[in-house]
């Protein structure tokens, strides 16, 4: 049960962008805390497969990562352009220096930091991850973890994501970090 009601009297003044691993929580909590705020919901990954006619893992067999990294930044682009929202991304796109930058121009990047054994529990039943697909998923998690958690510390916010809490107290948790940043979350009586 969540500790508090949602912000339902805010505004949102700029897009607030779901960066982290995979398995961090970023679409699930997005759609929550979209829903608490009363605005829309993207998910960049679902906006490329819908352009491209096929999934993640067909675009990067058939075009490869650098190809769906192109696509990625134009529909990132595309999305930071439109009214404020909840914007969920895949888990690669923050490491792009262009991304980052167009994030905290246009909107808020907000790390959803969870550790390696709470991604590990939420990714290793699911074969979409293309990224995982190796002899040993869990040690190439690991080395991914290690790689770009230091990417992701550049995140305008860091809110941590435990294994235990709830998507509403976690929404909740976001929404906290955006009002406490002070320039993203409007709150009216």
């Given at each position: 049960?969540a500790?508090?009601?949602g912000?339902?009297?805010?505004?949102?003044?700029r897009?607030?962008?779901?960066?982290?691993m995979?398995g961090?929580?970023?679409?699930?909590?997005?759609?929550?805390?979209?829903?608490?705020?009363?605005?829309?919901?993207?998910?960049?990954?679902?906006?490329?497969?819908?352009a491209?006619?096929?999934?993640?893992?067909e675009?990067?067999?058939?075009?490869?990562?650098?190809?769906?990294?192109?696509?990625?930044?134009?529909?990132?682009?595309?999305?930071?352009?439109g009214?404020?929202?909840?914007?969920?991304?895949?888990?690669g796109?923050?490491?792009?220096e262009?991304n980052?930058?167009?994030?905290?121009?246009?909107?808020?990047?907000?790390?959803?930091?969870?550790?390696?054994e709470?991604?590990?529990q939420?990714?290793?039943h699911?074969g979409t991850?293309?990224?995982l697909?190796?002899?040993?998923p869990?040690?190439?998690l690991?080395?991914?973890h290690?790689e770009?958690?230091?990417?992701y510390?550049?995140?305008?916010?860091?809110?941590p994501?435990?294994?235990?809490?709830?998507?509403?107290?976690?929404?909740?948790?976001v929404?906290?970090a955006?009002?406490?940043?002070?320039?993203?979350?409007e709150?009216?009586?």
């Open positions: 049960m500790e508090r009601q912000q339902q009297g805010s505004n949102l003044r897009t607030v962008v779901l960066v982290g995979m961090a929580g970023k679409t699930a909590v997005g759609r929550t805390l979209a829903a608490q705020l009363g605005v829309g919901f993207r998910d960049s990954d679902q906006e490329i497969e819908r491209a006619s096929m999934s993640i893992p675009i990067f067999a058939r075009d490869g990562e650098p190809f769906f990294r192109a696509r990625e930044h134009e529909v990132i682009s595309r999305l930071l352009d009214p404020p929202c909840v914007l969920s991304t895949g888990g796109a923050f490491l792009s262009a980052r930058r167009v994030m905290s121009e246009k909107g808020v990047s907000v790390w959803l930091d969870a550790d390696l709470t991604l590990w939420r990714v290793r699911k991850r293309p990224l697909r190796t002899a040993d869990h040690a190439t690991a080395a991914l290690a770009r958690a230091p990417v510390a550049l995140a305008d916010l860091t809110v994501s435990d294994r235990d809490i709830s998507l509403a107290d976690m929404a909740l948790r929404q906290a955006l009002v406490a940043r002070g320039d993203i979350l709150q009216t009586p």
